[in-house]
């Protein structure tokens, strides 16, 4: 099994609709929770960062952190045609020598 | 002003070459990676270094070897390149880690 795994997809919605995206992992001594965007041909961008089990919202993302399901979302509200991109799950143990596990990616498309 | 700089962006070589890609950050941060991400999107550590010193070696083959002349710089020289090198290689860098990642743009590397 996997230490990351996500539905790489793709996704295509319509805009305006909620999009959910989750990762599930097998590493519980996995504590900081992050999503990256990454558009095509472009490197990632830190979108939300999570600590722990807990929810945290950013204008029209918000992340879930369930450590007990070991199970991680991420929802976009009222989905636009520029959220278009490659959304990566990541998870690190913390500590200073800091390494990120990424999931697959799942590959988004908001239609107009 | 760029903040993780990768040169070059694309790099189109032959088998059995040597090849350098370069990677400057300007952040301030202590630690400095580089990322394999494969045609399927996938991101794989290589190595980190923090503040010079290697910290981080996965399982990458001998042909790959990282160099830090400071802690702003990290360099990645690829001796007998063979076709399934070809990817994009990302540098990042981060500061203890618990605030995530900057990624650079990429280096594409294609082996013919």
């Known amino acids: 099994q996997k230490e990351v795994e996500q539905d790489p997809g793709p996704l295509s919605v319509p805009e305006g609709a909620i999009v959910s995206l989750n990762c599930t992992y097998s590493?519980?001594?996995?504590?900081?929770f992050m999503w990256y965007r990454q558009y095509s041909r472009k490197g990632p961008e830190l979108l939300m960062y999570?600590?722990?089990?807990g929810n945290k919202e950013d204008g029209r993302f918000t992340a879930q952190v369930d450590k007990s399901s070991k199970y991680i979302s991420l929802f976009i509200r009222d989905s636009q045609p520029s959220d278009s991109a490659t959304y990566l799950c990541?998870?690190?143990?913390?500590?200073?020598?800091?390494?990120?596990?990424f999931g697959k990616g799942t590959l988004l498309t908001v239609n107009p | 002003d760029t903040a993780v700089s990768q040169t070059p962006k694309y790099l189109v070589t032959q088998m059995g070459n040597d090849k350098s890609i370069k990677c400057e950050q300007n952040?301030?941060?202590?630690?400095m990676y580089w990322y394999k991400q494969d045609s399927k999107k996938f991101l794989k550590i290589m190595f980190s270094?923090?503040?010079?010193?290697?910290?981080i070696n996965e399982t990458v083959p001998n042909r790959f070897s990282p160099k830090s002349p400071d802690k702003a710089h990290l360099n990645l020289h690829i001796n007998s390149l063979e076709l399934g090198d070809s990817a994009v290689y990302f540098c990042?860098?981060?500061?203890?880690?618990?605030?995530?990642?900057?990624f650079g743009s990429g280096t594409r590397l294609t082996v013919v």
């Open positions: 990042a860098s981060s500061q203890g880690g618990k605030d995530g990642y900057t």
């Open positions: 590493n519980s001594a996995f504590q900081y």
């Open positions: 999570t600590y722990s089990s």
């Open positions: 990541a998870m690190s143990r913390g500590g200073s020598n800091y390494k990120l596990t």
């Open positions: 952040l301030g941060h202590d630690t």
């Open positions: 270094y923090n503040n010079k010193e290697l910290i």
